[in-house]
């Protein structure tokens, strides 16, 4: 038997012994993901499996398993827990999948225990991280978990009106002959721009203005330029952005360029480009009580407040900070996973790296946002 | 018996030498230049039927002729401007001629280029208007033409430059008003106009002042009407950032402008700094402290 | 006697067909075209562009194929030159133009970017084929005039036509 079959013959054989493995003792959050009920989970016969299990369920979305095994449901309804997790308006959350979970005992005794459970969500726009603090009660022989309720605040029932600016565009046909006028693209601006090292590899931080006086949707890309004028690489911006940007806006942006160091880079092509969108002036969001916390753990952290009649799906914030000179250092950003309620506070902390949180002397931050049912 | 022999002889050649001279040389005349779309002739001298080719880039055309008639050509059969080869062909010879076909001289249409269609209010020369002049067979027409450009708007002043084309093409530069408004950029050769719109609007703004007075437990903020240096309120829609600095934090907030002013509610923190900025351009401060 | 002749002229098809070299190119200085200045690498391109045209135009007069010019021609040069090739097919006749020589000169560029227009002095070779018969070649020189704009990616040709020496 020649080399080359005998090693495809071992090859299989590990493949196919692995797979027994992970069919026959799967890890918890295999279970979660494969959802493949209730014969594969432990009984609730300790703390840490009551918990395991509830997680489990809610992997599975199994609500009506995961409502009827906590210990205090008399507290809440199972819908109140089901938009706890999920949120009771559109949200990151309701469109989150539970991508893993970690579980640490914080403290037992006989009849009771603490446990620390960080669910981890996956949403299109990365990953947030949900910790929840439990307390886990033995009734009988089995222990069952106090979930500790998030009631998301209701709107009362109002009719709010909207009287702020809305935009539409009404582009020139393919047939209009040449010459024959379009709409002019929105004139933006970059009135900022600092290129760094950092240890993965360059970064391009800067400012984009709209000193138009119509709304545009912006993306900006830069092209690394070596000495002898050819380009090292090509990257945009991608979500470190608020794209849209009505007139007099400004935004921060960061481009990353992976393994390239800037003592090669000779000169930097920026390259924003706008075009014309329909936009609406609505809704305002006040970013409250900022509060840049030190390292370590550094953070800028605040409360968003939707101020006008609208439920914000998703909203962006996006931070820029700046050192006593007044110089751009850092541009950081988080996705608010619940949605913003007229008037009702949302905190957000959007972290950034160790070694930049102590050149910080102000910051500003902006959002963006995204309605589902809206265009804007 | 001989001598008649040759006689006949000499006289069938001769007879024939004209047939042999028409096929070896039938000559061409051309025009040297044709308008456009309208009519001309081609004359052929020799006898016998060939064939005549006008190629150009322009045009393709092709016509069985009798050599030694004229072949006419109707108006708008050749209305492409270009330079043509015609050639006869008669079995195996061939006379070619060049001639060109020039654009009509009377002016049919108008590639007007005007930019931008959205501009500041009071800037120098910042409106450019490109003229290409065109005659019905959609021909540039390179003979110098004389182009008038107009441009009014919301203010009675109206400017007006007239500018002779060149290689068919003419330009200007315009002024935007200081007023804002939509202005109507006209361009015209003879009985043909074409029109664009340009919309002028405010410039950077001049003046930003807000006000502060309390509000329940919060702060109402609000600016006066903002204009730019001409005297014109931004539009609706420009973005004004209110912020507040206070011991421990900062509140934001990016407002729209309505109806000329931007107004919000902030907190309400004694020993506030609150700022206002549109853009780049930063109003004034107010250092609040609530009243005991 | 014959067959010399007959050599001589397979030799001046086979040219053709297969192709010359490329054309001799001079370019005039640009420091006058206004009213916008020109940029080098906008000058590049444009030439650039504009020579393509021709290898286009040629390729597309050769084969009778109007799509040929989508590449390089816009608007009105690219309509007109098409409907050229529609009365080629319906007489059932093709062109090939061999360009030897080009001396450019470009005169305008628009303050807005929209458009350049060169005048060319063009040299080529142009035969006429009816069916497969050569009914003749003949070297041509004209002055071209040519207005391009620009598309996403090259600059095309929206006016092109010949005028009077």
């Known amino acids: ?376 | ?292 | 006697m014959k067959r010399p002749l007959f050599i001589v002229c397979s030799l001046f098809a086979a040219i053709f067909a297969l192709g010359s070299d490329p054309p001799a190119v001079r370019v005039e200085p640009t420091d006058s075209v206004g009213p916008r200045p020109l940029e080098k690498q906008t000058e590049t391109a444009v030439i650039r562009d504009y020579l393509q045209a021709w290898r286009s135009l040629s390729g597309a007069f050769e084969q009778n194929r109007a799509d040929l010019l989508d590449q390089d021609f816009t608007g009105a040069a690219k309509e007109k030159l098409a409907d050229t090739i529609q009365e080629q097919v319906k007489l059932g006749i093709h062109t090939r133009y061999r360009d030897s020589a080009h001396d450019l000169r470009l005169v305008f560029y628009s303050p807005e970017e929209l458009s350049v227009q060169l005048v060319d002095t063009v040299e080529y070779d142009m035969q006429i084929l009816d069916g497969q018969k050569v009914q003749t070649t003949q070297h041509v020189r004209a002055r071209y005039v040519a207005v391009l704009t620009p598309t996403e990616v090259r600059w095309k040709v929206r006016v092109f036509q010949a005028e009077p020496e």
């Open chain 2, 1 to 292: 018996m001989k001598s008649r022999f040759t006689f006949l002889l000499v006289g069938l050649v001769l007879a024939a030498m004209p047939f042999a001279v028409a096929q070896q040389t039938g000559g061409l005349r051309l025009p040297k230049t044709v308008e456009a779309g309208s009519a001309f002739s081609i004359q052929s001298t020799g006898s016998g039927k060939a064939v005549l080719y006008i190629v150009g880039t322009g045009q393709v055309l092709r016509r069985n002729v009798q050599l030694g008639e004229t072949t006419f050509f109707a108006p708008a059969d050749l209305h492409n401007a270009g330079h043509y080869l015609a050639a006869l062909v008669e079995g195996s010879s061939t006379e070619t001629g060049a001639f060109d076909v020039i654009a009509a001289h009377q002016p049919a249409a108008l590639s007007f280029l005007a930019k931008p269609s959205r501009l500041a209010v009071d800037l120098h020369d910042g409106i450019s208007g490109v003229v290409y002049v065109f005659d019905i067979f959609r021909n540039l027409i390179l003979a110098p033409t004389q182009v008038s450009f107009q441009l009014s708007g919301v203010t009675r002043s109206v400017q007006m430059r007239t500018v002779l084309t060149h290689n068919g093409v003419a330009w200007t530069k315009m002024n935007s008003a200081a007023k804002e408004g939509v202005a109507q950029f006209v361009a015209r050769v003879g009985d043909v106009a074409s029109t664009r719109v340009i919309q002028q609007v405010p410039g950077n703004p001049c003046h930003l002042r807000m006000s502060a007075r309390p509000s329940g437990q919060r702060l109402a903020v609000e600016t006066e009407p903002v204009r730019d240096c001409s005297g014109n309120a931004l539009s609706d829609g420009t973005i004004v950032t209110f912020t507040e600095t206070y011991t421990g934090g900062e509140s934001t907030v990016d407002v729209p402008l309505k109806r000329g002013v931007a107004r919000t509610d902030m907190p309400a923190y004694s020993g506030a700094r609150i700022s206002v900025a549109t853009g780049v351009f930063i109003g004034n401060e107010i250092l609040w402290r609530k009243e005991r």
């Open chain 1, 1 to 376: 038997m020649n080399t080359g079959r005998l090693l495809a013959i071992v090859i299989a054989a590990v493949t196919v012994a692995l797979i027994v493995v992970g069919t026959v003792w799967p890890v918890p959050s295999a279970i979660a993901m494969a959802g493949s009920g209730s014969n594969l989970l432990r009984p609730s016969s300790s703390p840490q499996a009551a918990v395991q299990n509830l997680a489990n369920e809610i992997g599975r979305q199994d609500w009506e398993k995961a409502y009827s095994s906590l210990a205090n449901k008399n507290e809440f309804t199972e819908l109140e827990f089901v938009h706890d997790l999920t949120g009771s308006y559109p949200s990151l959350r309701t469109y989150a999948t539970l991508d893993s979970y970690d579980l640490r005992p914080l403290h037992a005794s006989a009849d009771e225990a603490q446990v620390q459970l960080k669910l981890r969500w996956s949403t299109v726009v990365g990953a947030f991280l949900d910790t929840r603090d439990l307390r886990v009660v033995r009734t009988g022989d089995r222990w069952g978990v106090c979930w500790p309720i998030v009631k998301e605040p209701r709107v009362p029932p109002q009719v709010i009106p909207v009287t702020y600016l809305r935009w539409d565009v009404i582009y020139r046909g393919t047939e209009d002959d040449w010459g024959s006028q379009d709409v002019e693209a929105p004139h933006v601006r970059i009135v900022d721009m600092h290129p760094v090292d950092r240890s993965r590899g360059v970064v391009i931080m800067g400012e984009l203005l709209n000193e138009d006086v119509v709304p545009a949707f912006v993306i900006v890309r830069a092209t690394l330029l070596a000495k002898n004028g050819s380009a090292i690489a090509t990257e945009g911006s991608f979500d470190k952005i608020s794209h849209v940007l009505l007139p007099k806006q400004v935004t921060p942006f960061l481009i990353e360029f992976h393994d390239v160091a800037l003592s090669g880079v000779d000169s930097v092509l920026m390259e924003p480009s706008a075009s014309l969108i329909a936009a609406s002036a609505d809704p305002v969001i006040g970013i409250e009580d900022q509060h840049f916390n030190a390292a370590p753990g550094a953070s800028l952290s605040g409360k968003l407040v939707n101020q006008s009649g609208q439920v914000v799906t998703v909203a962006h914030v996006l931070g820029t900070f700046y050192d006593k000179n007044g110089q751009l250092v850092w541009v950081a950003d988080q996705y608010v996973d619940r949605a913003l309620l007229p008037q009702t506070p949302v905190s957000f902390a959007m972290a950034l790296p160790a070694d930049i949180a102590g050149k910080v002397s102000s910051e500003r931050a902006i959002t963006t946002t995204y309605s589902s049912g809206r265009f804007q």
